[in-house]
């Protein structure tokens, strides 16, 4: 591994106990959306341990905080998550085992996400010392990536505004820099009331607000033909009714609309919403929507992009050891070969690598072609406020499985941490270059204003739209 903060390297070494320490806490916490206290104290601890003033509440959300070091420009901010996936507990084995059934797990790693950029920030903070140097580091806590979308209700606020650059990572199956974009989308409950009827008795006399979700359902079934094939709509039923003899008077479906950009997001969301209002006429009930969230697709930053690439081989990727080989090797069993294939397609590296090749420890430059992200992020926010990158780090096996028990298990064991601590360098040594080079600063910002035409932030929420606690209510 060479690298030019050294000091910064070093430090990050020497911590790197307490850094997987600190995502192992996190990982059991195990907390979710708009409800990661524990997750959300645990990092701030660090931070002011470190000499970081901290700021919380922010976007009406108490586990959301900013921390900041240093004076003056730039300004460079450090993005960390830590909101875990209901139903996703697992021990960290290479078999199906939950910790506690039914209970969430970090299912998308955000245990290693938020942790790497701490890392990051107070090893640069002790550069910045060693050296005088002169400029800003923040770290951003941010709350409920997963569903509600925490940097939205920040972004709005104007967190974000104020910075020169953002970074920012996620675990993955490679090291190498994200250059695509992500899918808009909105989310929301459609809430159905009608009137509750003895099922046998009176039916005549009932109006169900389940038959509603159904037809609501069935219809956007048949819309999924006539919607841009980069569209995609998502449900669940989170409320049908109590018992099978009662006409359900209440009924709830929480919809997930997804488009390359904003004005696809929105065409779809309304031919949805004539859904809805259909299945209400149809059923004689009456519906609401209550809003869960509203975001943007990624903004990127080819500066930014350039500038990581570099890193990323300057610094090298995680160096993998015979247990966690032999870890992916019983993992393995769990995914089947199609999925191993569709990940090798996404990742544009299908041919290029052995058929029993699992773990990927070198980086890998950039794809011939960005891809466009068929997920979202709130980070969309952010790169539509300030000039922002991000990459990936290894931290799993070729053909996991998002959002499953599968990441969990390696978010908690060596192979995690390794591409965790991987990624804190990255972090650090893109942020030193950042703060010592004004030229990548500037042309970054000339990059973020073409591509935004100059127009200031605009958040895409529904107006008077506060952070939807209810939703993952813990008691």
């Not at 999924?224 to 709830?252: D, F, L």
């Not at 096996?397 to 978010?411: F, L, M």
């Not at 010592?436 to 739209?465: C, H, M, V, W």
Request: with cysteine.
């Amino acid at each position: 591994m060479s690298t030019k903060a050294s000091l910064a390297h070093d430090h990050i070494q020497k911590h790197q106990s307490r850094w997987e320490q600190t995502s192992l806490d996190i990982w059991n916490y195990a907390e979710l959306a708009l409800h990661e206290e524990r997750s959300s104290l645990r990092l701030q601890e660090e931070l002011q341990r470190e000499g970081f003033t901290i700021e919380t509440g922010v976007g009406g959300m108490p586990t959301a905080f900013i921390a900041t070091w240093g004076s003056g420009r730039p300004i460079i901010g450090f993005l960390g998550e830590f909101d875990a996936l209901g139903g996703l507990s697992q021990k960290a084995v290479p078999y199906r085992e939950p910790l506690q059934e039914g209970a969430p797990g970090h299912g998308c790693g955000h245990n290693l996400l938020g942790t790497a950029p701490l890392a990051a920030v107070i090893a640069l903070k002790a550069q910045m010392e060693a050296e005088g140097l002169p400029g800003t580091i923040q770290y951003f806590g941010c709350p409920a990536e997963e569903n509600l979308s925490g940097k939205a209700f920040m972004a709005r606020e104007g967190a974000f505004t104020h910075l020169d650059a953002a970074l920012t990572w996620h675990p993955g199956a490679i090291t190498r820099v994200q250059t695509g974009s992500s899918s808009a989308n909105n989310a929301a409950n459609f809430v159905f009331r009608g009137r509750s009827a003895h099922a046998a008795g009176d039916p005549q006399n009932g109006r169900s607000a389940l038959d509603a979700v159904q037809l609501m359902n069935l219809g956007v079934e048949f819309l999924r033909e006539h919607i841009p094939s980069t569209a995609r709509i998502h449900y669940v039923i989170s409320h049908g009714g109590e018992q099978p003899n009662v006409v359900p008077p209440y009924a709830k479906v929480w919809y997930l609309v997804r488009g390359v950009d904003r004005n696809e997001v929105d065409h779809v969301w309304e031919r949805v919403m004539a859904c809805a209002r259909g299945a209400a006429e149809m059923t004689d009930t009456a519906f609401e929507v209550e809003w869960l969230k509203a975001i943007h697709h990624v903004l990127p930053n080819d500066p930014l992009i350039d500038l990581l690439e570099d890193v990323i081989f300057r610094v090298g990727g995680p160096s993998f050891d015979e247990d966690d080989h032999a870890f992916a090797r019983e993992l393995a069993r769990s995914i089947s070969p199609q999925q191993r294939k569709s990940a090798l397609q996404n990742l544009q590296l299908e041919g290029q690598l052995s058929d029993d090749t699992l773990l990927l420890d070198q980086p890998f430059p950039r794809p011939p072609l960005p891809p466009q992200g068929r997920g979202s992020t709130d980070v969309a926010e952010v790169s539509w406020s300030c000039p922002t990158a991000q990459f990936w780090a290894t931290t799993q096996i070729i053909g996991t499985p998002g959002h499953s028990w599968q990441v969990v298990a390696q978010g908690g064991s060596p192979i995690g941490q390794k591409g965790m601590i991987t990624a804190a360098h990255i972090l650090a040594e893109a942020g030193y270059e950042l703060l010592r080079n004004e030229e990548i600063l500037q042309k970054a910002k000339e990059d973020f204003l073409k591509r935004t035409g100059g127009k200031p932030y605009k958040s895409a929420l529904p107006e008077g739209l506060t952070p939807p606690f209810h939703q993952f209510a813990t008691s």
